[in-house]
């Protein structure tokens, strides 16, 4: 029997939920598919065609790592994608999508829809497509045009909300329609603008910051947008008397794991330190801090509960790392029962009482899963 192909191709700017919905569905019916990440020569993108080629590999790593995508269906085609991942090829497409499509081989054309308007606007697409098919006398026909409609699951999501979620700065809201390297990817190109405005464009700075965070699943850029985004609510939510410059260039640089003296003497040298009203707001996200969160003045004692409220969202990315990582920063669960004890115990307010219950929950459903 003839081997079905299906081709699927888009913007993908980004790659969100919804596309990884579409490959699932399609390898439930097809024994390949083809991911075409179209040039988007006459579209404006917020990323390039390598970068956006890039996102759809991470996704599907991030389904294979993390089981983040759909629920329907998943564990199957993880298991079909593991066994022989050649069944996803994900190209750049440089000209037009029909000769793309007959250059693999393609036996049928999926495109992804969500609801009535965009079966409206692709059933106008399909005759377009399928006369080019006719020019090049390519043997596909409507027979062979799909239609692919999402799960209800992630009918909401679009590459065009997670970007407008992410220019306003909503960068937890924007991770419920992108996987989480996908996010990690993102946040540089949303983050530098802050980061031009809060360390006026330091660019030596900046390259190291992508260097370290880039190449993390934890205490990287989307952490860091994490902690603004949280930042911003509890100043707003409680009005909080604090230099908001000052927490906000903290947390860029509070995602090291540790900051040597060395590296302090080189931020001072740099004339960093002097826009931070106290050098040590930097280093409060050590999660060794926590036993002294008593004495920490208002402004750390803020960011500390920034990053443990990364324990009580259980759609942020670090559930997906704690179901899949071992061993890994900021320590053990041990650890981090540790640092619940101690706050249950101290008279801090790190959290209330009702988010403690919230980590402690979460904590041990994660630490149960692990074992």
Same mark, same amino acid.
């Given at each position: 029997?003839?081997?079905?192909?299906?081709?699927?191709?888009?913007?993908?700017?980004?790659?969100?939920?919804?596309?990884?919905?579409?490959?699932?569905?399609?390898?439930?019916?097809?024994?390949?598919?083809?991911?075409?990440?179209?040039?988007?020569?006459?579209?404006?993108?917020?990323?390039?065609?390598?970068?956006?080629?890039?996102?759809?590999?991470?996704?599907?790593?991030?389904?294979?790592?993390?089981?983040?995508?759909?629920?329907?269906?998943?564990?199957?085609?993880?298991?079909? !994608?593991?066994?022989?991942?050649?069944?996803?090829?994900?190209?750049?497409?440089?000209?037009?999508?029909?000769?793309?499509?007959?250059?693999?081989?393609?036996? &049928?054309?999926?495109?992804? +829809?969500?609801?009535?308007?965009? !079966?409206?606007?692709?059933?106008?697409?399909?005759?377009?497509?399928?006369?080019?098919?006719?020019?090049?006398?390519?043997?596909?026909?409507?027979?062979?045009?799909?239609?692919?409609?999402?799960?209800?699951? +992630?009918?909401?999501?679009?590459?065009?909300?997670?970007?407008?979620?992410?220019?306003?700065?909503?960068?937890?809201?924007?991770?419920?329609?992108?996987?989480?390297?996908?996010?990690?990817?993102?946040?540089?190109?949303?983050?530098?603008?802050?980061?031009?405005?809060?360390?006026?464009?330091?660019?030596?700075?900046?390259?190291?910051?992508?260097?370290?965070?880039?190449?993390?699943?934890?205490?990287?850029?989307?952490?860091?947008?994490?902690?603004?985004?949280?930042?911003?609510? #509890? !100043?707003?939510?409680?009005?909080?008397?604090?230099?908001?410059?000052?927490?906000?260039?903290?947390?860029?640089?509070?995602?090291?794991?540790?900051?040597?003296?060395?590296?302090?003497?080189?931020?001072?040298?740099?004339?960093?330190?002097?826009?931070? #009203? &106290?050098?040590?707001?930097?280093?409060?996200?050590?999660?060794?801090?926590?036993?002294?969160?008593?004495?920490?003045?208002?402004?750390?004692?803020?960011?500390?509960?920034?990053?443990?409220?990364?324990?009580?969202?259980?759609?942020?990315?670090?559930?997906?790392?704690?179901?899949?990582?071992?061993?890994?920063?900021?320590?053990?669960? #041990?650890?981090? #029962?540790?640092? !619940?004890?101690?706050?249950?115990?101290? &008279?801090?307010? +790190?959290?209330?009482?009702?988010?403690?219950?919230? +980590?402690?929950? &979460?904590?041990?459903?994660?630490?149960?899963?692990?074992?």
């Amino acid at each position: 029997m003839k081997e079905s192909i299906a081709f699927y191709s888009g913007l993908f700017d980004p790659f969100t939920r919804g596309h990884l919905n579409i490959v699932i569905r399609t390898l439930r019916v097809y024994d390949r598919i083809i991911i075409g990440v179209e040039s988007g020569a006459f579209t404006k993108c917020d990323f390039t065609q390598e970068e956006r080629v890039k996102m759809a590999q991470q996704s599907i790593a991030d389904i294979l790592k993390f089981k983040c995508g759909p629920v329907q269906f998943r564990n199957e085609i993880i298991g079909r !994608i593991r066994k022989k991942p050649e069944i996803v090829q994900i190209i750049a497409i440089k000209g037009e999508v029909v000769d793309a499509a007959i250059h693999y081989g393609a036996t &049928n054309m999926i495109r992804g +829809v969500r609801n009535e308007t965009d !079966i409206h606007v692709e059933e106008e697409l399909e005759d377009r497509i399928l006369l080019q098919f006719r020019i090049r006398n390519y043997p596909l026909t409507k027979k062979d045009y799909e239609l692919m409609q999402t799960n209800d699951e +992630v009918c909401h999501i679009s590459s065009t909300v997670a970007k407008d979620l992410c220019k306003r700065g909503e960068y937890i809201a924007a991770l419920h329609h992108v996987t989480p390297g996908v996010h990690n990817m993102m946040m540089p190109h949303y983050l530098k603008p802050k980061f031009d405005e809060l360390f006026g464009g330091d660019a030596e700075l900046w390259a190291i910051l992508c260097k370290v965070y880039q190449k993390r699943t934890w205490s990287n850029f989307s952490q860091v947008a994490y902690l603004l985004n949280r930042l911003q609510i #509890e !100043i707003v939510q409680k009005g909080v008397d604090s230099k908001f410059e000052d927490l906000q260039r903290a947390m860029f640089l509070c995602s090291f794991k540790r900051w040597p003296q060395e590296t302090v003497k080189w931020l001072q040298t740099r004339g960093i330190i002097s826009r931070l #009203e &106290n050098v040590e707001l930097i280093k409060f996200l050590d999660f060794e801090t926590f036993r002294k969160a008593e004495l920490l003045p208002a402004e750390g004692r803020l960011m500390q509960r920034c990053k443990l409220l990364l324990l009580t969202d259980k759609e942020n990315y670090s559930l997906y790392l704690r179901q899949t990582e071992k061993g890994m920063t900021p320590g053990s669960y #041990e650890d981090i #029962e540790d640092i !619940i004890a101690y706050l249950e115990e101290s &008279n801090t307010d +790190v959290l209330t009482p009702h988010e403690l219950e919230i +980590v402690k929950a &979460n904590i041990a459903a994660l630490s149960k899963k692990e074992k």
